[in-house]
């Protein structure tokens, strides 16, 4: 048994110094040890209070503390918005001994009650404009700001290549990957490497980049390639723990490998980075010791080597309040995780430790968060310290209950979809994370059949209860998926990338290739006519029938969609309904190959009719169509087009689309584009239009805490569908590292 868990540090080996949170700053989350020697550290607001960051210097052996930038005066912080409170893993240095770094936000706006960045994330006054980039003089003191890269992102960590033109990054909101050009201001979207809130990047000796996602996989980027690579390697919770596991801490070790570590209930990985072999050392918490709950946050904290490559590290405890021990591992030499005491100089219990780093004299300089005491530096002389025998004094602990600044208990703050059961689907651990975006769904037999792939089109099978595939192939390897509809036979019809067009049972998977004319290559299927025909349209929105057996394609006269979403409904045999330019509404009649404007036009936004056009659309039972438009405006036509009734915008952006019927007069769609956190919504004329909310499981919420399903986070929605039967949702990822959430018995208190 371990022995004296309750010991504290010794307080002859340790010095403290507080640092300044006399505005009410509790954070600190960077902490870097330049090349030349320097220390800086970010002072951080993670509260209620609408807070902008600090840098100070800081002396290792005085402990004195010099103030470098203050965000607030570097950059515009508009009152009424949330503050750039943090500068987060994102400090590195430039060969001339600049810093250079960027902003996170963690704290509300001066009028809201609680950090709600979510909630606010597309409000144009009240959310977070985006995340900052700055370059420092540390020695006069002077900042230069590089704007805001990504609109509305906040950026969660950061780090500089070994080409120092360039900054690579993390999204908060979006979990995307990008890179910053320092010379051309260019920046790069990856695109999605993480469910979201993934903050580590760590170099290898050739300056290959790693992270992981928020759930634990790996992945690499390759400079010379210029692109992500998926490791298919994860971190692994012997107690089934699903909370946060992204890779949090790593250092580069002298034998060429990679020792990484993540959250909660973590395991310390050594990935060899030619041969990508892993080795794992097993957990990080001492033997026999395991969590008291992995919910809890049974965390490591911090990660730093001696000049031997012992390692140190900060381990969350419990013994009446939640605390951090200092623990000590000689893994290379094949030791076990050492406990060393408890962290708390003078009552002063840490919390968090975010980061930690050794100085020439080796002192080990640990940084403490988000607690009563927060934040303050405790410098300690490990070379004296041992494991604490039975004589060795306890530690002052204290029963603090610190509040959760990230929980929304509230039920007015929840974002998610609301629903019986809910499970994800984790496509992207099972396949490759470029073919992971999903283009079709059918359900068949309390089954989902889907069609993947951007690089080669895949069909995937998934239960009606599991969270993997019970099936994964691929069906065409010559393009990914562009487009695909039914077709009359119960065949459905795929076009791909590199212009052809596949025949295939989603059931079965049997697929035939038929060559098309080049016209429609790049073009979209809409929905089926008689046979195995099908509209479709091209790249300039000329609108075809397409014989699907035969390849062939004829042009139709008087129709042309005018935007690349525009949608195309089919009424009848006979007609079809689409917009014509601003707000015209246009019925198509297919006899005579005219098009005659309706008396009504689609609902706009004032000032803004070029952007009323028809995005998706549905028909009742009763033949009234249900329809939306790229501004975000729902309205309703009479089964005989004359009457049209308008219902409001669900947000201040983003199209309406993807629509479904979820019952004989209840439609169900998808709000929002790429840049816009898509949305569910439901309506139906007898309730209205409800915003059912975001695909979005995650256990920081209250009410998911104990959802028995994995994370997830869709951003960009690529298309929902319905089983009335089941009362079975499937919402799916039209992003690389993708995914698919099942929602069974929605909740219906909102129509």
Known sequence: MTANLLAGLPPEHTRFVQLPNDKGHNAAWDFRRSPDGRFYVSVCGESD????????????????????LDVEKSWIVDPRQMPPSKIHTSLDFLSDGRLIMATHNTSPAPGHQQWLFEQHYEHPWEGYPGSVVLIVDPDTRRSRTLGIPVPRESIYGGILGDDQRYYYFLGYMRGHFYRLNLETNEV??????????SCRLIKDGKGRIYGSAYTGELWRYDPGKDEIEDLKVCFRSPHGTKYRRALIFGL?????????????????????????????????????????????????????????????????????????????????????????????PDGKQSHYVCE??????????????????????LAVDVARLSAPGEEAPAADIRAIAEPDMHMNADDDAFMHIEAESTRTLPLHRHMRWKDTAVGYMRLSGGKLYGITGGERV????????????????????GGGFLSGADLADGLTAVLTTDGRLLLLDPVVGEAVKVDLPGDLTGGRLHFALEGRAIAASDRDGFVYELNCGTGTASRLDGIRLHTSDAHLQRLDERYWLL?????RLLKYDRTTGRAEKLGVAAPSIRGRGFAATLTGGALLTDGTFVGGTRDGMLFALTPDLRRSTGYGRLYSAGALRNFVLAGDDVVLGVYGGSADAGHVFRFSPAGGFADLGRPRVVKDNAGQREVDSEWAN??????????????????????????????????????
């Open 188 to 197: 790069k979207d990856y695109g999605k490497v993480s469910e979201f809130a």
């Open 714 to 751: 869709i951003h960009h929605i690529s298309l929902i569908a319905y089983s009335p039967q089941e009362d079975c949702l499937w919402v799916a990822s039209t992003e690389q590292y993708g995914c698919a959430i099942r929602y069974r018995g929605l909740a219906r208190s909102d129509s």
């Open 252 to 344: 580069n070790s002298p034998r060429g490998t990679l020792f990484l570590t993540n959250n909660v209930d973590g395991e310390m990985l050594e990935l060899h980075p030619e041969t990508l072999e892993v080795t794992r050392h097993g957990s990080v918490h001492l033997r026999p010791e395991q969590p008291r709950n992995p919910y809890l946050r049974h965390a490591i904290g911090g990660l730093a080597a001696d000049k031997d490559f012992v390692l140190y590290y900060g381990l969350e405890t419990y013994h009446g309040a939640d605390l951090m021990r200092l623990v000590r591992w000689d893994i290379l030499r094949g030791g076990e995780p050492e406990n060393l005491g408890l962290i708390a």
């Open 458 to 477: 895949c069909r995937i099978i998934c239960g009606s209860d599991g969270d993997m595939p019970e099936k994964v192939e691929t069906l065409y390897e």
């Open 49 to 68: 209070l609408p807070l902008s960051a600090l840098l100070y210097e800081y002396d290792p052996r005085s402990g004195g503390l010099s103030l470098i």
């Open 579 to 583: 917009s014509g330019t601003g707000t």
């Open 356 to 377: 930690m780093e050794f100085d020439c004299d080796g002192w080990l300089h640990l940084v403490d968060v988000c607690g009563a005491y927060s934040p303050y530096i």
